[in-house]
T-cell receptor
Framework: GENVEQHPSTLSVQEGDSAVIKCTYS??????FPWYKQELGKRPQLIID?????GEKKDQRIAVTLNKTAKHFSLHITETQPEDSAVYFC?????????FGAGTILRVKS | DTAVSQTPKYLVTQMGNDKSIKCEQN?????MYWYKQDSKKFLKIMFS???????INETVPNRFSPKSPDKAHLNLHINSLELGDSAVYFC?????????????FGNGTRLTVT
């Protein structure tokens, strides 16, 4: 089945800096890669997703890149703000299941 | 106007008890899910229903039994609760199967078994 690995497990950045979170997946048939943000005590919410026919997608300060050959995808957050502090999860489809990475705790220091 | 609502928000109970968590979505989605988030924040799927039909049943103990009376509702009943069942349980829905659409999560039910 699908295995998704996510790095780093924690990430501290200074406000205004960029943050990058990386994920690798094992199932070469995976074709959908969403990213979720979970603030403390709240539900996970989709922030961006990418499908396998696209190499990059951007939404304001957030971008995701996908390298199907290497089977990895990354989340890039530019000009980080304190409200970006949260746990971020990557995910990939394995068979008919969405498999999540273990999460990255992002702390943005002001 | 919550799209995916689950009750209760908190549930504290003793080992051996039976409890239920209810979930309803008003998004018109066809597929609903139960996820378990453990103390290390790991999100793992438990069950998935598409239009009332069970399509995913992960290696979850038989003590957990989902029920979907219609496509807008997916409830979770847990028998003989154990300490290890303590976690946050999230209900979610999507417009289609997982392969092509985002998940919309409920606010979670924090279950504490003492």
């Amino acid at each position: 089945g699908e295995n998704v690995e996510q790095h780093p497990s924690t990430l501290s950045v200074q406000e205004g800096d960029s943050a990058v979170i990386k994920c690798t997946y094992s199932d070469s048939a995976s074709n959908y890669f969403p990213w979720y943000k979970q603030e403390l005590g709240k539900r996970p919410q989709l922030i961006i997703d990418i499908r396998s026919n696209v190499g990059e997608k951007k939404d304001q300060r957030i971008a995701v890149t996908l390298n199907k050959t290497a089977k990895h995808f990354s989340l890039h957050i530019t000009e980080t703000q304190p409200e970006d502090s949260a746990v971020y999860f990557c995910a990939a489809i394995g068979g008919n299941k969405l498999v999540f990475g273990a999460g990255t705790i992002l702390r943005v220091k002001s | 106007d919550t799209a995916v609502s689950q009750t209760p928000k908190y549930l504290v109970t003793q080992m051996g008890n039976d409890k239920s968590i209810k979930c309803e979505q008003n998004l018109g989605h066809d597929t609903m899910y139960w996820y378990k988030q453990d103390s290390k924040k790991f999100l793992k799927i438990m069950f998935s229903y598409n239009n009332k039909e069970l399509i995913i049943n992960e290696t979850v103990p038989n003590r957990f039994s989902p029920k979907s009376p219609d496509k807008a509702h997916l409830n979770l009943h847990i028998n003989s609760l154990e300490l290890g069942d303590s976690a946050v349980y999230f209900c979610a829905s999507s417009i289609g199967g997982m392969s092509n659409s985002p998940l919309h999560f409920g606010n979670g039910t924090r279950l504490t078994v003492t």
